[in-house]
């Protein structure tokens, strides 16, 4: 089995329909070459029948990238497949993803249906799809809830309709990491074939655990994951790309690698960020404005004289220029110091033990000392002068 993963980026469909979010062609074509110079594998570009708008999108995204294969949503149904047949028409590597419920409770619920008609309505829409001349990917929504003697069936049924990729999607963010990745284990020990289609992951972030399903998942064998940039979509989001490539990056135990150039990560997540009105929580992992901070006296200390005390990843592997030190009042002497230094001050001990007192006054005050509050210190300092 190959240790190459695929980066399959949902950005622009599982991440644009969240409300607030949504893009214009023009700007969704932006995104996308600059995914595909990221170095993803494929684009999920829209649900083409779901309105002219996300039509237009696949058309001019098909156009616009080279090599990048490009994807088009559709339900197992033949009115959507033929739109996203016709959408993907200038795409040079296309790919239909089509599929439907797999847990008892969207078939029942849902669908108001039963398994053996869910199965075949799946294996029919793949075997349709497939007659397009598309790459064509299917996916069993809700497959983290679905029984999985019944999941195991499906998925032997479309692969024996020709699907390449069967997606395996946590819709509710529903699952733990363990069983998660058990259950693609259950499907590797269960299904006929199963080498003849690549099994991809598609975790959603209700309990937090997006990412965690995901690398479960990479882990038992599954070969593609798919992410959105800042983990952004339904609800509580998708699993996000940047943690899922930099896992496999700081992670070489695993042995599992991608196509992505890890450098540009920060800058992706701020295009998608700023154009799509979403900000990223200052704490998110990798890409958050505090991924790289060091804000205590104890961790400032440490990371002054070595980084990796405090630091698992170079910031500019991620695209990120340096880590910083924030000053607060949770600050000690070597913090302020090095930023004294930074900005040509050299204060001897008993300088520094004057400053370093006046500081916590100011920082007691203003909790986040900036550059000007220092050189305004230093004027104050008597000492100094
Ligand atoms: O979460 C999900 O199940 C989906 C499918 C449409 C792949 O987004
Ligand atoms: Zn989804």
Redo the contacts with the bound molecule.
């Keep these: 089995m190959s240790n190459k993963i695929q980066i399959f980026d949902t950005t622009l469909r ?1 991440g644009e329909q969240v409300p607030g979010c949504q893009l214009s062609t023009d700007e969704k074509i932006v995104v996308a070459r600059k995914l595909e110079e990221l170095g993803v594998d494929v684009i999920e570009a829209g649900f083409p029948i779901s309105s002219p708008g996300d039509f237009l999108s696949v058309v001019e995204i098909s156009k616009a990238v080279k090599h990048v294969s490009v994807c088009a ?1 559709t339900r197992a149904r033949k009115e959507d497949i033929d739109v996203a047949a016709e959408a993907l028409h200038h795409a040079k590597r296309g790919r239909i ?1 089509t ?1 439907i419920g797999s847990s008892d409770i969207h078939i029942k619920h849902k669908f108001n249906s039963t398994r053996e008609k869910v199965m075949e309505q799946g294996a029919w829409a793949v075997q349709y799809a497939k007659a397009k001349g598309y790459e064509v990917e299917f ?1 069993a ?2 497959a983290g809830r679905a029984d999985l003697a019944f999941l195991a069936q499906l998925v032997e049924a479309v692969i024996a309709a020709g699907a390449d990729v069967v ?1 395996i ?1 946590d ?1 509710t963010g529903y699952c733990l990491p363990h069983l998660y990745g058990k259950r693609i284990k259950y499907l590797f020990d269960n299904v006929k074939n199963i080498d003849k289609a690549i099994i991809s992951v ?1 975790c ?1 972030n209700d309990l937090g655990l997006a990412t965690a399903n995901t690398i479960a998942g990479l882990m038992n064998g599954a070969r593609q994951a798919e992410v959105t940039i800042n983990g952004i979509g ?1 609800r509580a989001g998708n699993t996000s790309l940047e943690e899922v490539a930099m896992i496999l990056q700081t992670h070489k135990d695993l042995d599992l690698t991608t196509g992505i150039k890890s450098t540009m990560l920060y800058e992706l997540s701020t295009l998608v960020s700023e154009m799509m009105r979403m900000p990223v929580q200052p704490n998110k992992a990798i890409v958050g404005a505090n991924a790289f901070a060091h804000s205590s006296g104890i961790h400032q200390d440490g990371f002054l004289k070595n980084s990796e005390n405090y630091e698992i990843i170079n910031p500019s592997d991620v695209g990120v220029p340096s880590s910083s030190i924030i000053l607060t009042a949770r600050s000690g002497r070597a913090a302020l110091k090095h930023r004294l230094e930074l900005l040509g001050y050299q204060p001897n001990k008993s300088e520094l033990d004057q400053l370093y007192d006046n500081f916590l006054v100011v920082a007691d005050e203003k909790k986040n000392v900036v550059d000007e509050d220092l050189i305004t210190l230093v004027a104050n300092t008597p000492i100094l002068v």
Excluded: Q, V
Aim: net charge negative; proline share 8%.
């Design positions: 599982d949503l993803h599929g996916f929504e809700d997606n999607p819709t598609h959603h339904e």
